[in-house]
């Protein structure tokens, strides 16, 4: 099923997009599908500490529990 979105552009986007439509060849819509692929490609990217570690977290079984809040277990840690 399609979707029709109504976008509201300055004149300055406007230019861009007439720019984009000669130098590629594309279609307006082409140009915005594109657009918000790499917008939600990027979204993607910013992963939290969470997500990046998901497989880890909770599979250590012997760690100190109170290794993220006690500065003992910090030292001699960098030097």
Do not use: C, N, W
Not at 16 to 34: M, P, Y
Not at 44 to 60: E, K, N, P
Request: glycine content about 8%; overall charge positive; proline content about 1%.
């Amino acid at each position: 099923m399609k979707a029709y979105i109504h976008a509201r552009l300055g004149e300055q986007d406007r230019a861009v997009l007439e720019e984009l439509k000669q130098a590629t060849g594309r279609t307006e819509s082409d140009i915005v599908r594109r657009g918000l692929q790499l917008v939600a490609q990027e979204a993607g990217q910013q992963r939290s500490a969470l997500d990046l570690a998901a497989r880890s977290v909770g599979r250590f079984k012997k760690a100190p529990r109170d290794l993220s809040a006690s500065r003992k277990h910090l030292e001699g840690f960098g030097e």
